[in-house]
């Protein structure tokens, strides 16, 4: 019974890990649409609000169109217009005293991670971690600038490194670029070998289909 419990959860975790992980994501797309809305109902004449709160328990409404809103901004946001509003618009936020701070430290570390000529979490990284005679792998996020490279003056790398089982979670570090090891694995690989806390090895899913393929 032991054997075959365990068998049974080996199928069923990443389903339900799976399903879960879509659940939240879909959860949090319809929590913003259920914030909008519910703002605009409260604004609206009451003749219109139960119109509205019918439109909005609809199932899937609110994931539609949050989607669909994101996808028309982005398409609108890579024209000279849409440059040109976004720039004024980041221009007004900057100028509001509490909203300054947040919106500006959220952009940057935004534009930092998603840009696609960024170097953030592109590099996968051996480093001496918690003393010299044990390795652990990083990620690369940058390179010290300003006062911080000025003070260090020998190159360094800043790097952040993820925790087991939970990889959300970790330390940023900045390190001596000499006492690191560049890996050529893929990011994703780095972090199932993280995950699965070294049970599964990096291109292991390419081993797997290229065994299928040969039988």
């Given at each position: ?107 940057q570390v935004s534009d930092?991670?998603?840009s696609s000529s960024g ?97």
């Amino acid at each position: 019974m032991k054997k075959y419990f365990i068998a049974g959860i080996l199928v069923w975790s990443p389903v339900a890990i799976t399903i879960w992980v879509i659940t939240w994501v879909l959860g949090i797309l319809d929590g913003v649409f259920g914030s909008v809305m519910k703002a605009i109902i409260t604004i609206m004449p009451s003749s219109f609000s139960s119109n509205l709160q019918v439109f909005r328990d609809l199932p899937g409404v609110g994931i539609g169109i949050v989607i669909i809103v994101i996808v028309l901004t982005g398409l609108f946001a890579i024209t000279i217009a849409g440059r040109w509003i976004l720039k004024v618009w980041g221009q007004v936020l900057n100028r509001i005293p509490i909203v300054r701070s947040i919106y500006s430290s959220v952009k940057q570390v935004s534009d930092t991670l998603l840009s696609s000529s960024g170097q953030a979490f592109r590099q996968v990284v051996l480093i001496r971690y918690p003393h010299e005679n044990s390795w652990v792998i990083a990620f690369q996020t940058g390179n010290p600038v300003g006062e911080v490279a000025e003070k260090l003056g020998t190159p360094h790398i800043h790097v952040f490194l993820p925790t087991t089982p939970n990889p959300t979670s970790g330390f940023f570090m900045i390190v001596p670029k000499d006492s690191v090891i560049e890996l050529s694995m893929s990011v994703e690989d780095a972090l199932k070998h993280i995950v699965s806390m070294g049970s599964v090895p990096p291109n292991a899913s390419a081993e797997i289909s290229s065994s299928l393929n040969s039988n």
